[in-house]
Each structure stands twice: as C-alpha cells, then as structure tokens.
C-alpha cells in the first residue's frame, strides 16, 4: 500500500499531460522542450520521464530510471524513520508527606522504566493547603534522583509548576529513549503505578 502511495506521487511518461516542460537530468541538455520530444528524449535512453515538480511553470521533470528512483525514495524514507526516535516519559506522582513502602514501591518501578530507556517525569502535587510543604517536598524529589542516580540522570532540577513540583530524569543506559538522533519525536505516556495495599492517598496520576 505504501509503495502504491509512493507511485501515485509522481506522473511519469504518458501520465505527463501538459504542452512542455523544463527538462533536466544526466546527460541532457536542460531546457523547455514540447512534451512529445522530452518523451522521445527518454524513450532513446532507455529511460523514464518523471515530472518532479508539477507546480512550476513549466512542469519540470527529470529523465531517470523510474524504479530505481523509486527504491532510493524508499530507502530515504526508511532511513529518516530510523534516525526518528520516540521518547516516552513516564510519569510518577509523589504527596509531600509519601512514608518509605510507598516511596520505596515508586522508586522500583522509575528503576525499570529508566532501564528500558523511558523518561522519568516524577512530581510532588501539593493539594489544598499542603503547599505549605513546599520545601519537604523537594527534599523527596532530590532523594529520588539521588537515588536513581545509577540509572539516570537529573535532566531538570525540581521546580514548582502550579501545585506540582516537578523533575525530570533521564536514562544512563542506551535503550529506546536514549539513543542518539536528531530531532527526536517525544510522546508523552502517563504511567499509573498500582496502589500498594497499606497506602490510602497516594496514588500514582493518570
């Protein structure tokens, strides 16, 4: 199908419907020729002629060999999708007053998401009045990336955004978040963490 796609993206040969165009290519003499000699001029090559930018005035196109023109889009596409590489950023949710079984439980699972190569986006939420603990909670956030420093590494320091304070950690290891590429594609995965069963309030957020 995507092959299909691909062909349909360009006219070629009798498909070419316009008066003249502006020819270019190997061992052709670019110019404005009627479309009837442009396409003798590829028939004699053994070529095809492919018109690669329709909305010019003329029409220009190219004489080329058509499949293999083909197979080179198509090798340039997958390389592109290679070098883009999604970035999943998991996120973990803190109260300002977590006790250890729970913060133990979060810090098990941002161990296994940093070593699969996930981003880790942990927050305190400070609901109502708990704002108040605004200080204790960063004190957590740093214990966290202070304990996971064998696995990430602290991509942004705790800042308070709103009634979350939030860091951000990024994995050591290579794997499917950190491997190099440009311009990456992030998409962003809000991870629930299920509740431990002596813990009431704090939950991980959807």
Known sequence: MKND????????????????????????????YPIAQ????AEEQGMDLVEISPNAAPPVCRVIDYQKFLYQQKKRQKEQKAKSVKVVVKEIRFGPQTDDHDYNFKLKHA??????GSKVKAYVFFKGRSILFKEQGEV???????????????????????????????????????????????????????????????????
Request: no cysteine; net charge positive.
């Open 111 to 116: 161990k296994g998401f940093l070593e699969e």
């Open 5 to 32: 796609n691909l062909k349909e993206q360009y006219r070629t040969n009798e498909r070419i419907r316009v008066r003249e165009v502006r020819l270019v290519g190997d061992n052709i003499e670019t110019g404005v």
């Open 38 to 41: 442009a396409l003798k001029i």
């Open 140 to 206: 957590l956030l740093l214990r966290f990336a202070n304990d996971l420093e064998d696995y990430g590494k602290v991509e942004q320091l705790p800042v308070l955004e709103g009634k979350r304070m939030i860091i951000m950690l990024s994995p050591k290891k290579a794997g499917a978040g950190s491997a190099p590429a440009a311009a990456p594609k992030v998409v962003k995965k809000v991870v629930t963490t299920p509740k431990p069963k002596s813990e009431g309030d704090e939950k991980t957020e959807e």
